[in-house]
């Protein structure tokens, strides 16, 4: 949280317009803020050429790469309005009861998590940007009656990232733990019986990751999860919450990753990271428009690729 002496007057305009941004979402009728979400999907296509770039390469470097040029447009139409979405179904959250999150959103394999969850030693979900991850949040925090904890990144713009932060807390019911605050707080809360969902589909620079397939290119993944998962003996759930028509979702927790013990302890992280890849790999081409292609997932190259 932003001190109030640090909060500068672009701070308290950005904050205010996001505020303002919300309510209007929040009085239209649901059809038409899903619609203006995806309007706002096609203008930011159409302002933003560098983020449009990098998907274009992306897609382009990925096994999924369309046929034809006119697929590979009507693919990025699809993921701009998919975010843009994304974004209004994130503030109209505080709309939502718990049993109307329950019927937008069915699970399948919530035994899965029910039965880690019952044995009161803490869960680690595992996702990644795709389909609507704070609607994933939040049906979790319905499921468990204690605290669920998304492990984020800081986001750059303060006032955004405390907007956010706020409104997860308060409608998505997930109070956020930083990641580069280290292992503490994490096994603090595991012990504590609580729930941490890692986001594992970001770029990890030089030196803080290792290499493992992902859409067909090795991609550099955070190690850090798989040794969370060493170090306190849990398995990790592969989970997503992927949009399907007539506006609902499909929840889906994958059976549990156990921690390796038969390797090294670096084998053992490495292993766990490709299963990790693996199985986010396997939840992203189930709906592929719906993953942030936006982001330079593949920048970090092996040492013997140029870095892009």
Known sequence: MTAPSDKTLSYRLTSLGLRLFRRLFCLLPAPAAFLLGERLGD?????LPG???ILRDNLSRSDLAPASPGEA?????RVFRHFGRLGAEFLRLCLLSDAEACALAPVEGLEHFRREYERGQGVILLTGHLGNWEMALRRIAVEAPGKVHPVIRRIRNRAVNDFIDRHRRLCGKGDSILADLGPKPLIRALRAGEVLIFLLDQNAGEGEGSFVPFLGRPAAT??????LSLLTGLPVLPAACQRVSGGRFRGRILPPIPPETSLPPEEAALHLTALYGQALDALVRDYPEQWIWMHRRWKTRPPDEPSR
């Open 222 to 227: 955070y190690t850090s999860l798989a040794r």
């Open 43 to 47: 203008l930011l296509r159409l302002s």
């Open 73 to 77: 447009r009507r693919f990025e139409r």
């Open 51 to 53: 983020k449009l770039r």
